[in-house]
């Protein structure tokens, strides 16, 4: 059986509120319907293109990950994500998304004298 060229014609990563958010692809890269989507990986790194964080995200229906689950702390990130199909098949690169997460909880209310 042979490799289709794969999977990711295009996904768009939206930080939002400690959020990533995606839309999953619908077709392979040659136009055909896209059956066989098994999940996702969130790579991500303090530099770009650098990534040393990987999260596996299976179900082809999943579209949001808290940043937390993906393991990131304060500070830069910047991460892109793949899809893979059944097969294990992963595909390219998505377009990067940059950000400064701040997970330090708001202070509380100041009293006034």
Do not use: H
């Not at 993906?70 to 059944?86: P, R, S």
């Amino acid at each position: 059986m042979a490799f289709k060229k794969y999977l990711l014609i295009a996904v768009t990563l939206v930080g939002l509120n400690g959020k990533i958010l995606w839309i999953a692809p619908t077709t392979n890269m040659d136009g055909s319907p896209l059956t066989d989507l098994a999940g996702f990986k969130l790579y991500c790194g303090a530099a770009s293109r650098v990534y040393s964080i990987k999260t596996n995200i299976p179900g082809a229906s999943s579209t949001t990950l808290p940043v937390t689950k993906a393991g990131l702390k304060d500070g830069v990130w910047y991460c892109a994500l793949t899809a893979y199909n059944t097969s294990g098949g992963e595909s390219g690169y998505s377009n990067e998304l940059n950000f400064n997460l701040d997970l330090t909880p708001p202070s509380g209310p100041t009293q006034f004298k």
